[in-house]
């Protein structure tokens, strides 16, 4: 789930007369090579882009609700004629914002100037209305280094460009509601800063120093196995879960802190899972946070989950997470109000959320009829466990019993019984796995959305329609089944649901 901290500008895109230049992390001298040449990376005016504004079918009214019978927040209005820097552009998130073929230009977040040239960055700062920032690294324990460099100084380094943008008109950063760390209760839509809601003991370049220390006392395998050792470390002595969520806030205080008078707005997710609607219901690009769970249980028939059934298990559709990002950046990309806006795009805040038990419940309702691999063995119903060691005993005896079985024997595991070298992979991968996940397998926390319900309501009807984003429409069973697993399956069949 890592996306690099490379990216690239390209030339703009026509979206109903709105221009998009667009950042991509990944290998940008493979795509250099196939798109443009090295010795002329300009900034192209337009090209051709399929537009993804495609209206819904129905929009829900729920009760105490009101709807704008304006034109609600502008959405069409603002998005014409604009441009926008979007970073991260290959990530899962940022292809449903961006569905078109675009042509990338070399840079680096994790350089200051964002490694452009002086040409490309003067031609890119002429012409941009909006930065959206979507790049960043997503692995829980990552490199302490790596998602310093990234997830906490990359925003400043995009914020100091943004400053020399003379046409820009908002900065919008994606983080991800779980940047708060270990929190109980609601959690409000507000900004993170050092010194204010984090800590004052947290210092940024004492964490650099820590990381360049690290990196210069260890070296091959060890160096990686001890720098993620250290974000871990680091993340859950200041509260946080792990090292992402961790380097997320970082970058959130640098933001706030860093922005001056310049208007932003701040992003924050749940899960981001398969799109409800758009491009198409199920679309899904690799293998997600609950597609493990899933696997474990449907692929590998390893039937034990560290968790508790009635925790709330946090998910959002992508295509909502995009759309209800539009309704922001329109909202506040006209005025020239130099705020900074906060929106927890979540669905534990309503009254249907989703829990934990009843992924696993609908996943086997549908794995018993649709199964993910031949067999002749029915899904045992998941056993949930509070505890570590009970869950680590009781999946080590089902890969045994297993084993047992591949090798025609039979009978119940025993304690004393070894494991093959590849029962003993499994073993470590789904004890890795859970240890990792387990702090949002007992998650009893809610998010405040309150921001996010009042721009929903300041939209229009035809804008709802076009650009809808309630999470109270959704049927969480129909979800899972009619449209999450498919994408799971289709992932895991290389284009195929089944």
């Not at 397998?441 to 009807?461: C, G, H, V, Y």
Request: with cysteine; aromatic share 8%; charged share 25%.
């Amino acid at each position: 789930m890592t996306i690099t901290n490379q990216l690239a500008t390209s030339n703009a895109i026509r979206v109903d007369g709105a221009s998009f230049f667009s950042s991509f992390p990944g290998k940008p001298n493979h795509l250099l090579a196939r798109r443009l040449p090295l010795a002329n990376r300009r900034v192209q005016t337009c090209c051709y882009g399929e537009t993804s504004l495609k209206p819904m079918t129905h929009v829900t009214m729920h009760e105490t609700e009101t709807i704008s019978v304006s034109d609600g927040v502008g959405i069409v209005r603002f998005l014409k004629g604009k441009s926008y820097l979007v970073t991260g552009a290959t990530g899962f998130l940022a292809k449903d914002f961006m569905k078109s073929k675009l042509i990338p230009v070399l840079g680096d977040i994790a350089q200051e100037n964002l490694g452009f040239d002086s040409e490309i960055a003067a031609n890119i700062s002429d012409e941009i209305d909006v930065i959206i920032s979507c790049g960043g690294r997503t692995t829980f324990d990552d490199r302490y280094d790596s998602a310093l460099s990234v997830n906490a100084l990359g925003p400043g380094r995009l914020l100091s460009f943004a400053k020399d943008c003379k046409k820009l008109k908002l900065f919008l950063h994606y983080s991800t509601a779980f940047v708060t760390g270990k929190k109980e209760g609601k959690v409000p839509e507000t900004t993170l800063s050092i010194g204010e809601n984090i800590t004052s003991d947290l210092n940024i370049e004492l964490e650099l120093k820590l990381a360049s220390e690290a990196v210069r006392m260890f070296h091959g395998s060890e160096e990686n196995k001890k720098l993620k050792e250290l974000g871990m470390e680091r993340a859950q002595h200041y509260g946080w879960e792990n090292t992402y969520t961790f380097t997320k806030a970082m970058g959130e205080s640098i933001i706030h802190n860093q922005r001056g008078d310049l208007p932003v707005v701040i992003i924050r997710p749940s899960i981001i899972e398969s799109s409800y609607k758009e491009p198409f219901p199920s679309w899904l690009q690799g293998i997600r946070m609950s597609a493990p769970l899933i696997l474990a249980y449907g692929k590998d028939h390893i039937p034990h989950l560290l968790g508790d059934y009635q925790s709330y298990f946090d998910i959002i559709p992508v295509d909502m997470v995009v759309n209800a990002t539009i309704a922001a950046m329109s909202k506040h990309g006209c005025g020239n109000v130099p705020e900074l806006k906060l929106y927890n795009v979540t669905s534990t805040s309503h009254p249907n959320p989703l829990t934990l038990g009843e992924l696993m419940d609908f996943s086997q309702q549908h794995l018993l009829d649709s199964p993910l691999r031949e067999t002749t063995k029915e899904l045992d119903r998941i056993k949930f466990h509070s505890s570590i060691e009970s869950f680590t005993s009781s999946v080590f005896n089902t890969i045994v019993k297993q084993e047992r079985e591949t090798n025609n024997g039979e009978g119940e595991a025993e304690s004393h019984t070894p494991l093959s070298m590849k029962g003993k992979r499994k073993l470590k991968y789904f004890e890795s796995l859970a240890k990792i996940y387990q702090p949002y397998m007992f998650f009893q926390t809610r998010f405040d959305d309150r921001n996010t319900r009042s721009l929903l309501q300041e939209m229009s009807m035809e804008e709802r329609k076009m650009f809808g984003f309630d999470v109270r429409d959704i049927d969480w069973e129909s979800y899972i089944i009619k449209v999450h697993l498919q994408g799971i399956k289709r992932v895991v069949f290389g284009g195929r649901s089944s």
